[in-house]
């Protein structure tokens, strides 16, 4: 099933293999050879797995998994999606240490990655042990092993082999993914060796640019010095090369768009959609929480401004640190002034007076596996104080008994001139934004504008203004597309969308014609959804980048975003059938995908096809009884139907799997007036504590007013006296006024 791929093809003709290296490029080889790129996927064999399968057995939610050999394969005898336990063959390793992790085949051409893992550590650091990767998932999770999280085709493929080509096959929904070599490879870096070789085989000079590659993978800055009042080396020049680009189509969270074209050499969004800092992956003020796989932490750093590239401090071959890590940091930063007690506050020597400790913590995945943030951050636990961002000082005092407002002190007296402590940082700003504070608009836009600030937090912001139309939100979005940052230029597209249509098409109308895929693409897709509105002429303007857009969506089939994506595009532009024939195609390549029961249910409610709203909906309540969405959306099916019995009892079950979703608890507290008050009132109380908006609390309180008695009369005065800390008086007149009515 993989294999090189045919000689026809003129880009597998220009990749020659690793083997055609060895020769000229010995040590560079030796030092790849055993590195984590070289064991990024091998054929299982007795060479490359680690893990125990001499027939042991591991317990789990009361089941024995059993892995085990026949011959020389390697099988395990897990639980499959029916529930039963059933015999499956190990067909490749994944990585290697600190835990490695193993992958069936299926018949029709995917690859997915078993629950269990081998921990590849020592005993005595706990390792040499099977355990589950997600203890916690069911089979409707998209990690379950079976589901689309495990993919390998989709997934991980792209980072783990070389020359892939993902080759899904919309029609039959199957693979048939190919490589050039198994694993990370020369030319997985490098690009195709073919014009290398004849390079290195012309006696003559070469015409040929960068020995024959087309990718320039130096450094750039080439001369790092000394500058009067810096006390850190300072970039002689620093002149942009591709070795960054190469090394984050994989170091990063992304997703692909396509295989066509060159992220090298022309834009990194030209193949990928990087994930910007969102609350879902990052801390607000930019330290890693969910895994980032270090280019969105880079990106944010000094050092990236400064011109550092990935092997100003990792060995390009071995991915290892190219010195030992205490002096890494020492290339350019002056000992005398960051190797000193002065600086670190803690004994020298010390693990507590590595720099890594204080500006490169650790946040460990998989259980096992540790990765160091690479924002550099400054430990601000000023910020922490507010906004309950971690910090390094507690990470280790804390135990201790010390709080944030001791390490505040502790850095103010020891750091009197540090021009970081107590300084404007955006983590407020999106703070702010997360907790729906009324000064999160502006704090975004200023934010966004300012070009101190990384472009990837700039982008963020304006990401976030979602829904914002203020003066200074249009302010910020018409600076922004304009930008020559493609990062920005994408923010605004997200960031555009509390505006009137005829609004947003001027200010997104410049973007469909943006050389970057991912911009025109997006914009494309936020425009569409104006269709009935739009002119014959915007229409004609609109199409290219909404092909384009198609095209993304198209080459994602194999997910369900993907097919929904292409659903909702249909529909806005009124091809009905079309789009429920990619919804339910949705439902076919993922059934646990839950927006896709949630858009084609809305779909059929536009039509006026109740019925198959209802029934839409509870069949994705059966595929996937997690989700909360579809339960509402039933409710709300309920609601227009006229059955508030049933329209509560969705609603309800829908906030109470959410817990913080302050719309469904007030639907579901309006909905519960008629039939338990006490029900109501705590629901809508619920909601106001989760969104703080006074409407809230005023539909709480007057609820209470109508329904006025004995039994409420306390949590009607607890309503009114927190209505009057922010409402007028007329508000609370009118509110006695109606209890006084309810009373008669």
Not at 69 to 95: H, L, R
Not at 106 to 127: H, T, V
Not at 198 to 203: F, M, N, R, V, Y
Request: include cysteine.
């Amino acid at each position: 099933m993989f294999a090189v791929l045919a000689s026809t093809d003129t880009a597998a003709q220009q990749f020659v293999g690793s083997q055609t290296c060895i020769d000229c490029h010995q040590a560079e080889v030796e030092a790849w050879q055993g590195s984590h790129h070289d064991m990024a996927m091998r054929h299982a064999d007795g060479e490359s797995v680690l893990g125990d399968f001499s027939n042991v057995k591991v317990q789990h939610n009361g089941g024995s998994n059993r892995f085990f050999q026949k011959n020389d394969e390697y099988w395990v005898n897990i639980q499959g999606p029916d529930g039963k336990y059933t015999d499956y063959q190990i067909s490749y390793t994944f990585g290697f240490e600190p835990l490695q992790q193993y992958m069936v085949s299926f018949p029709d051409g995917r690859i997915q990655l078993i629950p269990f893992a081998w921990d590849s550590r020592s005993q005595q650091e706990g390792g040499q042990r099977w355990f589950h990767l997600y203890p916690d998932q069911d089979i409707y999770d998209e990690f379950y092993w079976t589901n689309s999280g495990q993919n390998w085709n989709f997934m991980c493929a792209d980072c783990h082999s070389t020359n892939l080509k993902k080759n899904y096959d919309l029609a039959s929904n199957t693979y048939n993914t190919t490589w050039s070599e198994i694993n990370v490879s020369c030319e997985a870096c490098h690009g195709p060796a073919a014009q290398h070789l004849e390079w290195a085989g012309q006696k003559q000079q070469s015409t040929l640019q960068h020995f024959g590659f087309d990718r320039d993978l130096s450094q750039a800055v080439k001369e790092w010095v000394y500058k009067e009042g810096h006390s850190t080396l300072q970039p002689q020049e620093i002149v942009p090369t591709d070795q960054v680009n190469t090394c984050s189509q994989c170091h990063s969270r992304r997703t692909q768009l396509s295989e066509e074209y060159d992220h090298v050499k022309g834009s990194f969004f030209d193949r990928y959609r990087l994930s910007l800092v969102s609350d879902e992956l990052y801390h607000y003020d930019g330290q890693i929480y969910d895994e980032n796989y270090v280019y969105g932490s880079f990106l944010q750093s000094v050092m990236a401004t400064k011109g550092v590239t990935c092997t100003n401090c990792h060995d390009a071959h071995t991915a290892k640190l190219k010195i030992p890590q205490e002096a890494v940091c020492l290339q350019c930063h002056v000992a005398t002034e960051y190797q000193t007690p002065k600086h670190t506050l803690h004994e020298l020597n010390t693990e507590a007076s590595q720099c890594t400790t204080c500006h490169m913590p650790e946040t460990t995945y998989m259980q096992v596996d540790p990765r160091r943030d690479h924002g550099w951050h400054i430990p601000r636990p000023d910020l922490s104080q507010h906004i309950d961002t971690p910090n390094v000082c507690m990470d280790c005092h804390a135990s201790e008994g010390k709080d944030n407002q001791w390490a505040i002190e502790q850095l103010n007296r020891n750091f009197p001139q540090s021009s970081y402590l107590n300084q404007q940082h955006f983590s407020v700003a999106f703070y702010a934004d997360a907790i729906g504070h009324r000064g999160a608009e502006d704090a975004l836009s200023l934010t966004s504008q300012n070009h101190t600030i990384a472009p990837i937090i700039r982008a963020s912001s304006l990401e976030r203004m979602a829904g914002n139309t203020g003066t200074n939100t249009t302010l910020a979005l018409a600076r922004a597309i304009k930008s020559d940052q493609e990062m920005l230029r994408l923010g605004a597209v997200a960031g555009s969308s509390g505006y009137q249509w005829q609004d947003r098409w001027k200010m997104l109308e410049p973007l469909l014609n943006d050389p970057v895929l991912a911009v025109r693409s997006e914009a494309a897709a936020a425009l569409v959804t104006y269709w009935a509105q739009l002119s014959a002429s915007q229409k004609e303007q609109l199409k290219p980048a909404l092909d384009d857009y198609i095209m993304i969506q198209e080459f994602n089939a194999d997910r369900g975003f993907g097919r929904t994506n292409l659903g909702n595009v249909y529909a806005a532009m009124g091809q009905y059938e079309q789009a429920i024939v990619w919804y339910q195609g949705s439902m076919l390549v993922e059934p646990y995908f839950e927006n896709a029961y949630v858009n084609l249910a809305d779909l059929y409610r536009q039509m006026n096809k109740e019925t198959q709203v209802v029934e839409t909906l509870t069949q994705g309540i059966d595929a996937q009884p997690n989700s909360h969405a579809i339960r509402y959306s039933l409710g709300l099916s309920y609601l227009r139907q006229r059955d508030s019995a049933k329209a509560a009892q969705q609603i309800g079950l829908a906030a109470d799997m959410a817990r913080t979703n302050p719309q469904y608890w007030y639907i579901y507290g309006l909905l519960m007036e008629a039939e338990d008050i006490q029900a109501s009132q705590s629901a809508l109380q619920t909601s106001y504590e989760l969104n703080q908006n006074p409407e809230t609390l005023y539909a709480r309180c007057e609820v209470l007013a109508r329904n006025y008695s004995d039994e409420v009369a306390n949590y009607y005065q607890d309503c009114l006296s927190e209505m009057r800390k922010i409402a007028p008086i007329e508000v609370i007149e009118q509110l006695e006024s109606v209890r006084l009515t309810a009373t008669k």
